[in-house]
């Protein structure tokens, strides 16, 4: 039997980027609030600033600021003629674990989506007609337009000390940034990386092909910062041990150093580690949650009611507890009736890898995760949907994220797989490669989505979540011409040698790509294809708000979490000044 | 693959240390046996003093036999660089059997279990260290009935033979799926050998020294402007070198 606590006001499920962000927003509001995340927590200091932190075998091939999946994991398929199977060990996705979420040890990259992607729907059909969207595609808009997200972009990117360099400034376009950004009120809070070797033969090559090169914005501040809620940032030390890795500078924007401690200020404010949401209970109606069951650290089921519940879990564990408590009608692809589950996107991508002799020198370890340049020519709705024959885009960009060796040691073509050549190979290439690599757009498919397994069980005896996924040609002709212009960028280089690379063949589980898993319960104005109205809160259930990239109608050519971070911002500002002021719907349905 | 002459036999490691002269077989320094006869066959690299190296904490001898002919074959020691055997890879691989990731750690192994497709990932019930012994005595059997010999007293070419045939999938095992046991020793081969010193493997940082990869605890924040497009030659730290 569960424990049942007294009432608090709410309850925020899950403690990383948009956990920390409501919980931060949320605190002063005086109400009771208590958060709780399944994992531990790291502090900077000590766990980060030793030199332990810098160990490729512990965190990369062991995983160990990730989800355990031996407690939690998903089954995946390609599609419903297989059998899902379990993913049995981590690949190709990460999701954290622990105060800070991934948050901790993201790569830093901030983008604000383009225009198009917050409008995908109406822009495609204004400018196509109906007939370009593809017949199992599920084209639509957030509800929220790019202009009306601008300032929590803007807030984003000063909370985090974002890097980089304007393009659109008020309308004007500004050399040296992104011309086709949407319209920014201000420029970015600190300037952007220093640029490496592999920037500049980028930044080279697409000038030389007519392409818009600027630097990567990035959440790794290039000088020391100070953000407006007093938090303060060190310069990045280009460390080479970023993306997976926590931040001994606390110059990697991140949580656990700036909103969870400004939460904690608050005595209503309450953080419980090791506490894993098992369920959200609901009513005898069904349209109200009224408390949610976890395990505490020593495995006892506490029941912990609440007013307001806030579900900030990470895109995939949001969607599982949204099935397991019967929050919104599970979707079903053979209907296409149903919502929770619906939209699952992913990445994809295509690109080139160039070998230089030894006379070009990358430094590839002298890096952080953002130290790129980055091209979006071919990326929303700059390039023409009906003549490249693909919808979304993809975003081509270079330069190094770290080369730690056992993950990064390049070899060229034809190179043998093991021996003295293949040793030989290693050598010779490691400082002297490089990657021009397309990030593409995924969009979201009938057939592809999420529901709850049949058959395997996670550790606490709940049925796992299942992915049923794979690309359509949409996804395999982008990542084609991804890979052409690549080359052509590649061919005015004139490296050694290149190779040509492309997604082919169905999408696999194994290899990372990214842990950028989108949608399974959109955002929208429509609540026949969306879970969540415009300020993520759930149709079905009002008191309960999802976010993440949980609720992204399909996912673009750029990184996930600026949205993720301004759409928290947005919902918090809707529960602060009009949620809990007047409890109930804040959309009409 | 391997370069080497496939007369070049591997000599049962037992009677080599005794040809060479260890004084005491029972006292038998795992990860120097091959070194050993790569040095007497002139690869050029010194093998790594007698006595420096820990034992095993999870393979047999035998085992520890298997392990180090096949990555001889794998990273051989040459004028490129240090081999595996001498690059103390087998003692990383030892030590990661033997512990948490060995058992399991990190590794969903709730039934029912079935093959499915290879985008699906790994599906056996097999924690990696029953993998890597049950495809070792796999593998051993497979080269008995080959070439009535174990795996560790073929000679070069016939290993890299034979680990080519496992990586292809083109060798039955009894037990474990070929590709699979051959996936998980490269893999683990990879990161004894480019991995941190910390963990037992890239002896010396040798393997960081001979790509140039300056090592952990770096702070870049001039040097990335100072070098960009020039060599930066700097000796590499490890953990252990902060320990
Ligand atoms: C290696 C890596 C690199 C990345 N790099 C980038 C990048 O460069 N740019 C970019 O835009 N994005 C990047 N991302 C993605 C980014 O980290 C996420 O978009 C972001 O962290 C999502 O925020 P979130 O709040 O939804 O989830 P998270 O920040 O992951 O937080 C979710 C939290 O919920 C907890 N939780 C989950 N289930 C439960 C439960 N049942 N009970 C209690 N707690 C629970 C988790 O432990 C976790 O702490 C990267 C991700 C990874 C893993």
Redesign the pocket.
């Known amino acids: 039997m569960a424990t049942k606590l007294k009432p608090v006001d709410i309850v925020i499920?899950?403690?990383?980027?948009?956990?920390?962000?409501m919980a931060k927003e949320l605190a002063d509001t005086g109400l009771r609030i208590v958060a709780?995340?399944?994992?531990i927590q790291r502090d900077t200091d000590p766990d980060f600033v030793s030199v332990t932190k810098d160990d490729e075998v512990r965190y990369v091939r062991r995983n160990e600021l990730?989800?355990d999946v031996t407690k939690?994991t998903i089954t995946f398929r390609n599609n419903t003629s297989q059998t899902a199977l379990p993913m049995r060990r981590l690949g190709s996705?990460?999701?954290?674990?622990?105060?800070?979420?991934?948050?901790?040890?993201?790569?830093?990259?901030?983008?604000r989506w383009m225009e198009w992607d917050h409008e995908a729907y109406t822009r495609t059909v204004d400018r196509y007609g109906k007939s370009i969207i593809p017949a199992d595609m599920q084209l639509q808009d957030w509800g929220v337009t790019y202009a009306e997200l601008e300032p929590y972009y803007e807030k984003f990117e000063m909370l985090c000390g974002t890097s980089g360099k304007a393009g659109n400034l008020n309308g004007k376009i500004v050399e040296g940034g992104n011309p086709f950004e949407g319209l920014r009120k201000s420029e970015y809070p600190t300037e952007p990386l220093v640029r490496t070797q592999a920037n500049l033969l980028f930044e080279k090559a697409a000038r030389e092909r007519g392409l818009h090169p600027f630097p990567q914005p990035?959440?790794t501040a290039s000088q020391p910062y100070t953000n407006p809620d007093g938090i303060d940032f060190g310069q990045c030390h280009y460390c080479g041990f970023c993306?997976?890795f926590g931040c001994e500078a606390n110059a990697k924007a991140s949580?656990h150093f700036t909103v969870i401690p400004l939460a904690k200020k608050n005595p209503n404010f309450e953080l419980r580690t090791r506490?894993?949401?098992?369920k959200i209970n609901l009513d005898s109606t069904g349209k109200k949650a009224v408390s949610v069951t976890?395990l505490d650290a020593r495995g006892n089921e506490i029941e912990q009611p609440a007013d307001l519940i806030i579900l900030?879990?990470?895109?995939l564990?949001?969607v599982?507890?949204m099935l397991l408590s019967g929050i919104g009608q599970p979707y079903d692809p053979a209907t296409g009736q149903g919502v929770v589950g619906r939209g699952y996107t992913y990445t994809n991508s295509g690109g080139a890898t160039l070998y230089f002799d030894e006379n070009t020198h990358m430094n590839p370890f002298m890096a952080t995760?953002?130290t790129s340049s980055v091209c979006d020519d071919f990326n929303g709705d700059v390039y023409d949907f009906a003549e490249l024959g693909f919808i979304g885009g993809h975003q081509l960009s270079a330069g190094h994220q770290g080369a730690r060796p056992i993950g990064y040691h390049p070899t060229p073509k034809g190179t043998p797989k093991w021996g003295s050549e293949w040793k030989a190979a290693v050598a010779r290439s490691y400082n002297h490669t490089m990657g021009i690599g397309g990030s593409g757009a995924v969009m979201a498919y009938k057939q592809n989505y999420l529901d709850l397994d049949p058959t395997y069980k996670d550790a606490f005896g709940r049925p796992l979540l299942r992915m049923t996924f794979d690309y359509t040609e949409n996804e395999y002709k982008m990542s084609n011409h991804a890979a052409d212009v690549a080359v052509e960028m590649a061919k005015t280089l004139n490296p050694k040698s290149f190779t040509r690379n492309t997604k082919s063949g169905p999408y696999s589980i194994v290899p990372y790509q990214?842990?950028?898993n989108m949608g399974g319960a959109l955002m929208g104005t429509d609540r026949s294809t969306s879970a969540l109205n415009q300020y993520l809160q759930s149709w079905d259930v009002p008191n309960v708000f999802v976010?993440?990239?949980?609720s992204f109608s399909h996912n673009s050519g750029?990184?996930?979490?600026?949205p993720?971070?301004a759409l928290?911002l947005w919902a918090a500002d809707a529960v602060k000044n009009r949620y809990l002021k007047n409890p109930g719907p804040l959309a009409p349905s | 693959m391997s370069k080497r002459n496939d007369d070049e036999c591997a000599v049962d490691r037992r009677n080599f240390l005794k040809v060479i002269g260890v004084a005491s077989v029972s006292t038998t320094i795992p990860g120097v046996a091959i070194a050993a006869e790569t040095t007497a066959m002139g690869h050029g690299h010194a093998a790594p003093a007698l006595g420096s190296r820990p034992g095993y904490v999870f393979l047999n001898l035998d085992e520890g036999g298997f392990i180090e002919a096949a990555i001889d074959v794998l990273i051989p020691s040459d004028s490129t660089g240090p081999g595996a055997v001498e690059s103390g890879v087998v003692i990383y691989i030892d030590r990661q059997l033997g512990g948490a990731y060995g058992s399991g750690a990190r590794l969903y192994l709730q039934g029912p279990f079935q093959e499915g497709e290879p985008e699906q990932g790994y599906q056996l019930p097999f924690t990696p260290a029953e993998l890597i012994k049950a495809g070792i005595a796999d593998v051993d059997a497979y080269a008995l009935e080959k070439h009535q010999k174990n795996f560790a007293a073929l000679s070069l070419g016939d290993r890299d033979a034979i680990l080519k045939e496992l990586d292809e999938g083109k060798a039955t095992l009894a037990t474990v799926p070929a590709k699979i046991f051959f996936g998980h020793l490269w893999s683990l081969t990879q990161e004894g050998y480019f991995g941190d010193p910390i963990h037992g493997g890239n002896t010396d940082k040798a393997v960081w020294k001979m790509i140039g990869f300056p090592g952990v605890g770096n702070i870049y924040t001039d040097a990335i402007l100072e070098y960009r497009n020039k060599p930066y030659p700097v000796e590499p730290q490890s953990i252990q070198d902060f320990s």
């Open positions: 499920v899950g403690l990383g980027w948009t956990g920390g962000i709780l995340e399944r994992g990730m989800q939690e996705f990460l999701p954290g674990d622990g105060v800070g979420g991934a948050g901790v040890h993201w790569a830093g990259i901030t983008w990035s959440s993306e997976q949580p506490s894993r949401v098992l976890y900030s879990a990470y895109q564990s949001n599982h507890l995760g953002g990214s842990t950028h976010l993440g990239a949980t750029k990184n996930p979490t600026g993720v971070g928290a």
